[in-house]
């Protein structure tokens, strides 16, 4: 296995990660990291509206520079000993393509359609639809397609923002001959695209998002989506029935995309899968190892052999589907909707006047202004952190709840909001930012809850991501409030990695994904270990935040909202 390399590609909200690895050392050889260019001047976008859009044209030019740049990195000639590519994305982000599985987006007439793009896993404008989807699921005559989704649909997920956008959009509609999961189109455009009802299709994406199980052979019934909604009508036969799990091929880079990403063209490239399923492989997932990724939002895999699993379905979580972690066991998927985001939230409010009042300011230049106002947003993170390290969890009254971006787990509700309360007139920014850390790290505690009331053991805690791996002190406040010690990938790219595992075995080089993972494993940097002194202050603060969640989820039920 002497020179053999593989590349892994992780498409995450902001930007993507290419990562060229030694298959057999395990050695990351080179890595780069390119933005989406209109993602980041926040076109596409309506945040008032939860509206979240994200252009295939971001996604192709940055994996070019993502790709050309890690190469750049590596020893000389390391494109010619590329053996296998992988690739994840965040989901469920799906898209319109056309009868060649070509996203709208990238035809002249639709370059501008927000509708037309892929539907960031953050969009909840079709919370609605997820609200009928639920409705008819558990109330009409037929099979609960719900069932292995934790028994609640999302208005994140797949069929939730298809319905929303063939409603909004006729043009869109009339257009689209297919959908694809954003993990599954990129798999097809590496390998040659065509007709998307042939092409291989993600076991963890549709298994997760789209209610696939095989129980009742693949996807919803054709009957169950046309009671939804007529403009669903012969949509089931243009999608796909079988998927595949990402140990396996999903076809050979073809010669387009050799030619772009400077590679040569017949490498093997693995089905795709989402970030976070992947990310857990990288960390070093094991059974009932509960591993969160953790950024903008977290994602919380855990993954358990199926005859331990049986025919029970978990309550409340985002899906259960044999193979979408590791194949051959059952993958557990949780998590919360806003995390990372929580803090971007009050960092944002905080430097308002930043953007809306500095640049008018009389005698600062408009050069002067962008370099004060990138200095200070580049010291907020640090300072707050440093005030709120120093408060002891007592000398605060507020209280907050995380549910920002409404709540992912337990019981999918996007419609519920954040919180609030015990604010004074001595409630300052540091307290504010202790309070959300605080509030984050109890929803982490309530998915753990969750799955051990549901008769899922929790045996360790695995961590990674940004924020895992760039914050001693939310991670420390996390391994208190949940009372677990906490161990962080070392990987910085464990998602990126994760993917190069499955290339790996995917091309070959390994028999198995558990294989590949126990030769290419970065190990751990850091544990967190629940300080005794915080637990009890903290178990009451949690019953506290319980029952504000239930205040305000009872309220948001009244209000319609």
Not at 19 to 42: I, M, N, Q
Not at 251 to 257: A, S
Not at 434 to 456: D, H, K, Q
Not at 498 to 521: E, H, I, K
Request: hydrophobic share 40%; charged share 20%; net charge negative.
């Amino acid at each position: 296995m002497q020179n053999s390399f593989v590349l892994g590609v992780d498409f995450g909200t902001d930007s993507v990660r290419a990562l060229v690895v030694d298959a057999a050392a395990g050695a990351e050889l080179g890595s780069a990291v390119a933005p989406f260019t209109r993602w980041s001047e926040g076109r596409f976008c309506d945040p008032s509206a939860n509206r979240f859009r994200q252009h295939p044209l971001d996604h192709l030019q940055a994996l070019e520079r993502a790709v050309a740049e890690a190469l750049a990195l590596c020893p000389s000639g390391a494109s010619e000993h590329i053996r296998g590519i992988g690739v994840d994305t965040t989901g469920s982000s799906p898209g319109p393509v056309d009868s060649d599985g070509v996203a709208l987006g990238l035809l002249p007439e639709f370059e501008s359609d927000p509708d037309a793009l892929f539907v960031l896993w953050k969009d909840h404008t079709a919370v609605g639809e997820a609200e009928e989807i639920n409705e008819l699921a558990h109330g009409w005559d037929g099979t609960d397609f719900t069932l292995y989704s934790g028994g609640v649909y999302s208005s994140e997920w797949f069929w939730s923002k298809i319905l929303r956008v063939s409603r909004a959009s006729e043009r869109v509609r009339l257009a689209a001959f297919s959908w694809m999961e954003h993990c599954d189109w990129l798999c097809w455009t590496l390998t040659g695209g065509g007709d998307p009802r042939v092409a291989p299709r993600s076991r963890c994406a549709a298994g997760h998002k789209a209610m696939w199980h095989a129980s009742w052979q693949g996807l919803p019934s054709q009957e169950f989506l046309s009671r939804l909604d007529s403009v669903l009508a012969g949509i089931r036969a243009k999608l796909y029935t079988e998927t595949s799990t990402s140990d396996k091929q999903a076809g050979v880079l073809c010669r387009r995309w050799a030619d772009r990403l400077g590679l040569r063209p017949g490498i093997p490239v693995a089905v795709s899968a989402l970030d976070a399923h992947m990310g857990a492989v990288g960390a070093g997932i094991v059974p009932y190892a509960l591993t969160k990724v953790i950024g903008t939002s977290t994602c919380d895999m855990l993954v358990a052999p199926a005859e331990d699993v049986g025919a029970r379905a978990v309550r409340g979580i985002c899906g259960q589907v044999d193979g979408s972690v590791i194949p051959g066991m059952v993958g557990m998927e949780a998590g919360q909707s806003a995390f990372g985001d929580v803090f971007a939230w009050l960092r944002g409010l905080l430097c308002w006047p930043l953007s809306e009042i500095l640049p008018s300011v009389e005698g600062i230049s408009a050069a002067r202004a962008d370099e004060l106002a990138s200095q200070l947003r580049s010291k907020i993170y640090g300072e707050l952190t440093r005030r709120a390290e120093a408060l002891a969890p007592e000398d605060t009254t507020v209280l907050a709840l995380d549910w920002l971006n409404g709540r992912r787990t337990p019981d999918a509700d996007q419609r519920l909001t954040g919180a609030l309360t015990g604010l004074g007139l001595g409630s300052d920014p540091p307290r504010l930012f202790r309070a959300l850390v605080e509030s984050t790290a109890c929803g982490a505690r309530r998915i753990a809850e969750r799955f051990e009331a549901e008769g899922v053991p929790i045996e360790q805690v695995i961590a990674l991501g940004g924020v895992a791996t760039q914050s001693a002190y939310v991670m420390q406040t996390v391994a208190d409030v949940m009372n677990r010690r906490i161990s962080i990938a070392a990987s910085e790219q464990a998602c990126a990695l994760g993917a190069a595992m499955f290339a790996a075995t995917a091309a070959g080089l390994y028999d198995n994904v558990l294989s590949a993972q126990s030769a290419m494993s970065a190990g751990f940097s850091a544990q967190y270990s629940p300080r005794p002194g915080y637990v009890e202050i903290y178990n009451r603060l949690y019953r506290r935040y319980l029952e504000l969640g239930d205040f305000v989820e009872a309220e948001t039920g009244r209000s319609g909202q």
